[in-house]
């Protein structure tokens, strides 16, 4: 298990920090291979594969023996497709993730014999998704980054090959993947691993998306299919729920939870962990044979079921309560839900209202933190803490007195057992124990939906909840945090949820925003916190104490604040006119670029941030040659994603027509999407324009695959402007157009292989 650290906020693993450093110190190490490691690697990934609980002792070793695992292992030696495909499937709670962890295990220790005594490579990669992690953990990007990473950890002389696949493109530091591009990465790798062994473990298929996790398990069909017709070793296990739409034509499927050696594991499992009647009392054995009797009836080989209920009656057991023994056991058939309602019920007769604000607001936090970082259990309790109304410097005090073992049993009793502390080394995090439990807290029959009612948006008053725990600490804290020389002085303070509380107020209040603008329009209430707290902002961006003002513009752009910006817009307004030297106004400068909110929007692919700003500075100044900069820049720096557009209103139109400019003419045409109307007369002008366009600007969106009018050729269409360009002998534009519409080169061969006869030159 490797080494956790906490850098600004973000939980990192020191072994991947280290793979980088590594390269930084051996010279063998290529540049690209540094380059794609850093852009693809990111600090979660392989966290969940370490959290997973391990096998219990004498479990899961049946697996080893199944016909589906050995037909699976024997795929390897066979022609062909059947079996490399093996697929684990089995309802929530069923002990998918511990049986993958066992077989990935059990897959190195052979692989590791092997290549001792073969001299064969084996090489096993792995991805766990994790529905209650961050984005990247619970999506398909993340899924091939983190096989990517591991490839190219094992195997650098990839790297050079790689790179040149891709055409050294990467995404900006921090941006997004591109699915296809990653696909193809995957791709080119595996066909460079001839002579190897490949084994894929992916598991909890049903925490990502449908339609990515469809598209994921056809591309690995493909590459299954491909190394099979190559003779290539590889083969990939797959483990999820049941899904009834998602499937695989060459997949063995293996029912875990209807198995008879499953069965058996849950019955060691309890002999093993059950501690009622482990004396000699006659009456006690008799009791412990009636209760496994009674969970092994009622499981329906839910394993985490059984774990669950064992810890109830064991506390039950320490406690000296026999009789409330029954209490766990009535009625329960497995039911996950049922369960969790019952560990909910547990005790609340004695509850007061602190107690279910308390449960609420824990809920809540682990909910609806940020995605960019964890949430630590000292943390979690102070935002609980804020929530119940207690005064900052009591809070303080608790928090001196309250060890991390008190804090952890007040987590544990407060969430009545849903919420747990993840412990590893060097590292310590909060989250749900299992998603079936995240499942049941935000269903209909959950607290969050039962405390509301029903009828209320749960996210949206889950965000402004937080929003408010915030705030009343930093209201506290203000002038504390301007004396501040570094970040450190605040632990020492008493301070530790500052950190948080300042880097992601803006978050929740985004999600505010962007939830119920109808209800808590964050307009009034962002100029207000603008005035009062910007300066703290600054600080927690630079580590420095305030000098000049800074715009809030950068600070909601830089973590994608779409909502805010919107909300904000009198403000930014107000705020880039003041600023005047241009500097961190949005839009452009006077000596022609652009600022650095701009340049950044467009770098991160921030849409709707790059229609904000573009606004806003058409608003401030109107000049043409201002507009055409803006322009000119988004032609230079835009990279197109699919399903992204950037939209212009139909009052900044005529402005842009009227500059006369055939490039930032062309570019408005290529980036207005075919959702948004405008007149006939708007769209004929702009056409005409686009039509009159130079050969120069046709070519330069062509190759910056920029999603122009004429992209989506016919053949008429494609001939036309040919017949243009060949008119007025622009050769370059003539073998450019011939290799975006057939793929290749050379006028004669392309029309000539398709048409069978000779298509004369315009050369």
Same mark, same amino acid.
């Given at each position: 298990?490797?080494?956790?650290?906490?850098?600004?906020? @973000?939980?990192?693993?020191?072994?991947?920090?280290?793979?980088?450093?590594? =390269?930084h110190?051996?010279?063998?190490?290529?540049?690209?291979?540094?380059?794609?490691?850093?852009?693809?690697k990111?600090?979660?990934?392989?966290?969940?594969?370490?959290?997973?609980?391990?096998?219990s002792?004498?479990?899961?070793?049946?697996?080893?023996? /199944?016909?589906?695992?050995?037909? #699976?292992?024997?795929?390897?030696?066979?022609?062909?497709?059947?079996?490399?495909?093996l697929?684990?499937?089995?309802?929530?709670?069923?002990?998918?993730?511990t049986?993958?962890? =066992?077989?990935?295990?059990?897959?190195?220790?052979?692989?590791?014999e092997?290549?001792?005594?073969?001299?064969? $490579?084996?090489?096993?990669?792995?991805?766990?998704?994790?529905?209650r992690?961050?984005?990247?953990?619970?999506?398909?990007?993340?899924?091939?980054?983190t096989?990517?990473?591991q490839?190219?950890?094992?195997?650098q002389?990839?790297?050079?090959?790689?790179?040149?696949?891709?055409?050294?493109?990467?995404?900006?530091q921090?941006?997004?993947?591109?699915?296809p591009?990653?696909?193809?990465?995957?791709?080119?790798?595996?066909?460079e691993?001839?002579?190897?062994?490949?084994?894929?473990?992916?598991?909890a @298929?049903?925490?990502?998306?449908?339609?990515?996790?469809?598209?994921?398990?056809?591309? =690995?069909?493909?590459?299954?299919?491909?190394?099979?017709? /190559?003779?290539?070793n590889? $083969?990939?296990?797959?483990?999820?729920?049941?899904?009834?739409?998602?499937?695989?034509?060459?997949?063995?499927?293996?029912?875990?939870?209807?198995?008879?050696?499953?069965r058996?594991?849950?019955?060691?499992?309890?002999?093993?962990?059950? $501690?009622?009647?482990?004396?000699?009392?006659?009456?006690?054995?008799? $009791?412990r044979?009636?209760?496994?009797?009674?969970?092994?009836?009622?499981?329906?080989?839910?394993? @985490? #079921?059984?774990?669950?209920?064992?810890?109830?009656?064991?506390?039950?057991?320490?406690?000296?309560?026999?009789?409330?023994?029954?209490?766990?056991?009535?009625?329960?058939?497995?039911?996950?839900?049922?369960?969790?309602?019952?560990?909910?019920?547990?005790?609340?007769?004695?509850?007061?209202?602190?107690?279910?604000?308390?449960?609420?607001?824990?809920?809540?936090?682990?909910?609806?933190?940020?995605?960019?970082?964890?949430?630590?259990?000292?943390?979690l309790?102070?935002?609980?803490?804020?929530?119940?109304g207690?005064?900052?410097?009591?809070?303080?005090?608790?928090?001196?007195?309250?060890?991390?073992?008190?804090?952890?049993?007040?987590?544990?009793?407060?969430?009545?057992?849903?919420?747990?502390?993840?412990?590893?080394?060097?590292?310590?995090?909060?989250?749900?124990?299992?998603?079936?439990?995240?499942?049941?807290?935000?269903?209909?029959?959950?607290?969050?939906?039962?405390?509301?009612?029903?009828?209320?948006?749960?996210?949206?008053?889950?965000?402004?909840?937080?929003?408010?725990?915030?705030?009343?600490?930093?209201?506290?804290?203000?002038?504390?945090?301007?004396?501040?020389?570094? #970040?450190?002085?605040?632990?020492?303070?008493?301070?530790?949820?500052?950190?948080y509380?300042?880097?992601y107020?803006?978050?929740?209040?985004?999600?505010?925003?962007?939830?119920?603008?109808?209800?808590?329009?964050?307009?009034e209430?962002?100029?207000?916190?603008?005035?009062?707290?910007?300066?703290?902002?600054?600080?927690?961006?630079?580590?420095?104490?305030?000098?000049?003002?800074?715009?809030?513009?950068?600070?909601?752009?830089?973590?994608?604040?779409?909502?805010?910006?919107?909300?904000?817009?009198?403000?930014?307004?107000?705020?880039?006119?003041?600023?005047? !030297?241009?500097?961190?106004?949005?839009?452009?400068?006077?000596?022609g670029?652009?600022?650095?909110?701009?340049?950044?929007?467009?770098?991160?692919?921030?849409?709707?941030?790059?229609?904000?700003?573009?606004?806003?500075?058409?608003?401030?100044?109107?000049?043409?040659?201002?507009?055409?900069?803006?322009?000119?820049?988004?032609?230079?720096?835009?990279?197109?994603?699919?399903?992204?557009?950037?939209?212009?209103?139909?009052?900044?139109?005529? @402005?842009?027509s009227?500059?006369?400019?055939?490039?930032?003419?062309?570019?408005?045409?290529?980036?207005?999407?075919?959702?948004?109307?405008?007149?006939?007369?708007?769209? !004929?002008?702009?056409?005409?324009?686009?039509?009159a366009?130079?050969?120069?600007?046709?070519?330069?969106?062509?190759?910056?695959?920029?999603?122009?009018?004429?992209?989506?050729?016919?053949?008429?269409?494609?001939?036309?402007?040919?017949?243009?360009?060949?008119?007025?002998?622009?050769?370059?534009?003539?073998?450019?157009?011939?290799?975006?519409?057939?793929?290749?080169?050379?006028?004669?061969?392309?029309?000539?292989?398709? =048409?069978?006869?000779?298509?004369?030159?315009?050369?």
């Amino acid at each position: 298990m490797p080494d956790y650290a906490v850098q600004q906020g @973000l939980l990192v693993a020191n072994g991947e920090a280290n793979v980088t450093q590594h =390269f930084h110190n051996n010279p063998s190490a290529s540049v690209p291979l540094r380059s794609l490691v850093d852009a693809l690697k990111f600090p979660s990934s392989g966290l969940r594969e370490h959290a997973v609980e391990a096998a219990s002792g004498g479990t899961c070793e049946w697996f080893l023996e /199944s016909d589906a695992y050995q037909d #699976w292992v024997a795929s390897e030696e066979v022609e062909g497709f059947a079996n490399r495909l093996l697929w684990i499937v089995g309802k929530a709670g069923s002990g998918k993730s511990t049986l993958m962890k =066992f077989a990935i295990g059990q897959t190195r220790e052979r692989a590791a014999e092997r290549d001792t005594n073969q001299g064969a $490579r084996d090489l096993i990669l792995t991805h766990f998704f994790n529905a209650r992690g961050n984005e990247l953990e619970r999506s398909t990007e993340g899924m091939y980054r983190t096989i990517l990473v591991q490839l190219l950890q094992r195997l650098q002389h990839l790297s050079d090959h790689l790179h040149r696949s891709n055409n050294g493109w990467m995404p900006a530091q921090g941006g997004s993947w591109p699915i296809p591009a990653l696909v193809k990465l995957l791709r080119n790798a595996v066909r460079e691993l001839q002579g190897h062994r490949v084994v894929f473990f992916v598991d909890a @298929l049903d925490e990502g998306n449908d339609e990515e996790v469809q598209e994921m398990v056809d591309n =690995f069909e493909d590459l299954i299919r491909e190394a099979a017709s /190559s003779g290539q070793n590889l $083969r990939v296990c797959f483990a999820s729920r049941p899904y009834p739409y998602i499937s695989a034509e060459y997949a063995n499927y293996f029912r875990l939870d209807t198995s008879g050696k499953h069965r058996e594991d849950i019955e060691k499992y309890i002999d093993t962990h059950l $501690r009622i009647g482990q004396g000699t009392n006659e009456r006690s054995i008799a $009791r412990r044979a009636e209760i496994k009797e009674q969970l092994m009836g009622k499981c329906s080989h839910v394993f @985490l #079921w059984v774990k669950l209920v064992i810890g109830m009656l064991n506390k039950e057991y320490r406690a000296g309560r026999p009789h409330h023994y029954d209490k766990w056991l009535a009625g329960q058939h497995g039911d996950l839900n049922q369960l969790y309602a019952n560990m909910l019920e547990r005790g609340t007769e004695a509850d007061d209202e602190e107690d279910d604000q308390a449960r609420l607001l824990c809920f809540q936090w682990v909910l609806y933190k940020t995605d960019d970082r964890f949430l630590f259990p000292r943390e979690l309790w102070w935002g609980v803490q804020l929530g119940l109304g207690k005064e900052v410097d009591e809070i303080r005090d608790l928090n001196e007195e309250a060890d991390d073992a008190i804090v952890e049993r007040y987590i544990q009793s407060t969430s009545r057992g849903l919420v747990e502390v993840v412990h590893g080394v060097g590292y310590e995090f909060i989250q749900f124990i299992h998603e079936s439990a995240r499942e049941f807290v935000m269903s209909a029959d959950g607290p969050l939906k039962q405390r509301t009612g029903g009828e209320e948006d749960i996210v949206f008053l889950g965000h402004l909840r937080l929003k408010e725990c915030c705030e009343s600490l930093l209201e506290h804290c203000r002038p504390h945090l301007l004396e501040l020389v570094s #970040w450190d002085d605040l632990e020492e303070g008493g301070y530790l949820f500052l950190p948080y509380v300042v880097g992601y107020i803006l978050y929740h209040a985004n999600e505010v925003q962007r939830r119920g603008a109808g209800l808590h329009d964050q307009t009034e209430w962002l100029e207000n916190f603008y005035s009062h707290f910007i300066d703290c902002l600054w600080i927690f961006h630079t580590n420095k104490r305030p000098r000049r003002a800074v715009s809030l513009c950068d600070i909601l752009l830089s973590h994608g604040y779409d909502a805010l910006l919107q909300a904000g817009r009198t403000l930014l307004l107000a705020e880039a006119r003041d600023a005047r !030297d241009c500097s961190y106004a949005p839009g452009v400068r006077e000596n022609g670029g652009t600022s650095d909110s701009l340049q950044y929007a467009l770098l991160i692919g921030a849409v709707e941030a790059v229609n904000q700003i573009v606004g806003i500075y058409l608003e401030i100044e109107q000049r043409h040659d201002t507009i055409q900069a803006v322009l000119r820049h988004l032609a230079n720096t835009w990279k197109y994603k699919e399903n992204k557009d950037i939209r212009y209103s139909h009052t900044e139109l005529p @402005l842009v027509s009227e500059c006369g400019d055939e490039l930032a003419t062309f570019v408005l045409v290529a980036l207005i999407p075919a959702t948004v109307r405008f007149t006939n007369a708007d769209a !004929d002008s702009l056409q005409q324009q686009a039509n009159a366009g130079s050969a120069a600007t046709l070519k330069f969106l062509l190759e910056k695959n920029i999603p122009t009018k004429f992209v989506t050729w016919d053949y008429h269409t494609y001939t036309d402007i040919r017949s243009w360009a060949a008119d007025k002998g622009h050769e370059e534009l003539l073998r450019t157009l011939d290799y975006y519409f057939w793929g290749f080169y050379g006028t004669e061969l392309g029309l000539g292989a398709l =048409f069978g006869e000779g298509i004369e030159s315009s050369d």
